[in-house]
């Protein structure tokens, strides 16, 4: 419930953060310098120190007992020892899985290696725990896609395999993106870790085929990728599924961020945000208006295709998630919402390919709305005037 | 909770532990987070201590932060420690506030004595002040407000209707309303 009292207030204190014009430089020096080296540097004395008193330990140990050095030497050695490289797995063009389920696995090294001369690159994952279960998945391209965030990530390469380990922890220190370069393998890079679900992206040069290996002492699991040209088996690339843009003559769609428009002179007012379906397309509309003393003119705007229905709100941070399985991000740089604006700021349409179309933020003369989309889809946008007007157009499948 | 790809990026690099990229986060998010610190402890160098320790433990504890955006995270850091600093810098006063309190009834104000919105905000506890900041400021709702300073959601329903009661009667705002 909102009244004069509460809109006064919200007023003042925006005001009152006004005064705060900006980020102050000598703060930005104090946290800079207060940037110490990362926590692993800093355990460093306390690590030398437990390993001394280790050292101490065995020594006592072994003066007292003189036999229990050969039983450790022996243990150490079956610990340390590797397993038996196993029987020569072939390359297989398809997905795989494998692993436990129900362990206490923890992710602790990621190890990419060339073996040009055998025909094959390699990356090794080491566990402790045991080798939880995975999923290895191949794909045509080297996009993926980020798990919880849902938000896409390119790799280099033109193809690609997701590694997802369930039930698995990640040892501190782990690299989050490697780039070996290597013939086949080009890039290694977390996607995700939420909920004990670890994912990976690894980007190939090209589609290739792939040999898993679960190792023991110490746990790993290594996967092989063929080279090009060697003996192993190659997959044909499967070409991806592509929107065709379809031209009008309102211009060709296209599957390409967006942007246009000035952020100059004052503010444009939002008065009414419109959605509609026509042949082809779901049509999205923001009209304008000028404030007091402006001009019309259309505001900078950016309009930003994503993988999810996910957004942020602005400045708040805080997620929403429209209905829908894609989305885009329209941001306008000097514009607001009209004081006088009455239509509704979380659009429901259940059009063919626009489900939701929701304001998420307003402030400080960046507005930003958000479109959660049933798929994926090409867009084109139209400047118009009189009344000053954006329109999205966002493909609906033929 | 989604970031853009490019912030998305810049995470990761900031998780590799470069510097640029967290100098980057704190470009982004810095001064929102500066602004709500210094509307809840009304006094600018206590907002940048508080903001400062903010953006060192948000280095030390990136690890902490799932595949999220970081705006919730390092907000409820800021509000953490904003409230931390004032409760410290103000332990005798909020001693003498409580015996106050105790003392009896609370006493009606004057109309002379009626305060503007900059002097009845600095008569509310520091956590009424985050709620209010975070409600109002920041345009939060009422459950994004409650997670960011971790409490229930009918207890910041209650803190903002005190807050907002609290601000009329300094104001003299309620006999508008009666």
């Known amino acids: 419930m909102s009244d004069d009292f509460e809109k006064n207030l919200r007023d ?6 006004q005064e705060t014009r900006e980020f102050p430089r000598r703060l930005r020096g104090r946290i800079r310098d207060g940037i110490a080296p990362r926590a692993r540097a800093r355990m460093a004395p ?20 003189p036999t229990i050095i050969s039983v450790v ?11 038996p490289s196993p029987t020569p797995q072939p390359f297989l063009c398809q997905d795989q899985s494998g692993g436990s389920s129900g362990l206490t696995a923890t992710l602790t090294n990621i190890r990419p290696g060339a073996h040009a001369g055998d025909g094959y690159d390699r990356v090794v994952f080491d566990f402790s725990g045991g080798i939880p279960s995975w999923d290895l998945t191949r794909q045509e391209s080297a996009t993926f896609t980020r798990d919880a965030s849902g938000q896409q990530v390119t790799l280099d390469g033109s193809a690609g395999l997701k590694l997802v380990f369930r ?17 086949s393998i080009r890039e290694v890079a977390q996607l995700g870790n939420f909920e004990r679900v670890l994912s990976y992206g690894i980007g190939l040069s090209s589609s290739q085929c792939v040999r898993v290996l679960p190792l023991s002492n110490p746990s790993r699991l290594a996967i092989d990728v063929a080279t090009s040209g060697s003996a192993s088996t190659t997959a044909a690339p499967t070409p991806l599924p592509t929107l065709s843009p379809s031209g009008t003559d309102n211009g060709a769609f296209s599957c390409l961020d967006t942007s246009g428009g000035a952020d100059s002179g004052l503010a444009m007012q939002l008065t009414a945000v419109r959605v509609a ?26 309009v930003s295709r994503q993988a999810s229905a996910q957004f942020v709100k602005d400045p708040s941070g805080m997620p929403v998630t429209m209905r829908g399985s894609a989305g885009l991000r329209i941001v306008f740089h000097g514009a607001s919402v009209a004081s006088n604006y009455n239509g509704s700021r979380d659009l429901t349409p259940g059009l063919p390919v626009v489900q939701e179309v929701e ?17 994926a889809s090409c867009i084109r946008t139209l400047e118009l005037s009189n009344p000053t007007r954006l329109v999205i157009d966002v493909q609906t499948p033929s | 909770m989604l970031m853009d790809p490019t912030l998305g990026r810049v995470i990761e690099r900031w998780r590799a532990g470069d510097r640029d990229a967290f100098e980057e986060v704190m470009d982004r998010y810095g001064l929102q ?78 109309s002379e004595a009626r305060l503007d919105l900059t002097h009845a905000l600095d008569q509310l506890t520091a956590e009424q002040r985050a709620a209010v900041a975070l ?29 907002l009661r609290r601000l009329r009667e300094l104001t003299g705002s309620e006999e508008a309303f009666a």
């Open chain 1, 12 to 17: 003042h204190l925006h005001s009152e953060a």
């Open chain 2, 135 to 163: 409600h109002y400021y920041q345009d939060l709702s009422v459950e994004e407000t409650a997670r960011a300073l971790k409490v229930p959601v009918d207890t910041m329903k209650s803190r903002l209707k005190t807050a």
């Open chain 1, 359 to 375: 304001q998420l933020g307003d402030f400080e003369a960046v507005l930003s709305w958000g479109a959660g989309l049933s798929r």
């Open chain 1, 46 to 65: 306390q690590i030398a120190l437990a390993g001394a008193l280790v050292l101490v330990a065995v020594a006592v140990l072994a003066f007292r007992n």
């Open chain 1, 277 to 302: 379906h026509q042949p082809g397309f779901d049509r999205i509309v923001f009209e304008f208006a000028p404030q007091a003393g402006g001009t019309a003119h259309m505001p900078a705007y950016t």
């Open chain 2, 33 to 110: 987070l500066l602004r709500t610190a210094r509307l809840i402890l009304r006094d600018p160098t206590l907002a940048e201590d508080a903001i400062q320790e903010t953006f060192l433990k948000a280095w030390q504890r990136i690890g902490s932060l799932r595949d999220e955006d970081p705006g919730p995270w390092l907000t409820r850091i800021a509000m953490n420690e904003s409230i931390s600093l004032y409760r410290r810098r103000h332990r005798f006063q909020a001693l003498t506030e409580r015996f106050g309190r105790l003392g009896g009834a609370r006493h009606e104000l004057s």
């Open chain 1, 167 to 183: 039930d698995a922890d990640l040892a501190g220190g782990v690299a989050t993106d490697l780039t070996p370069r290597f013939s």
């Open chain 1, 73 to 83: 030497t022996t243990n150490i050695k079956q610990i340390l020892q590797p397993s």
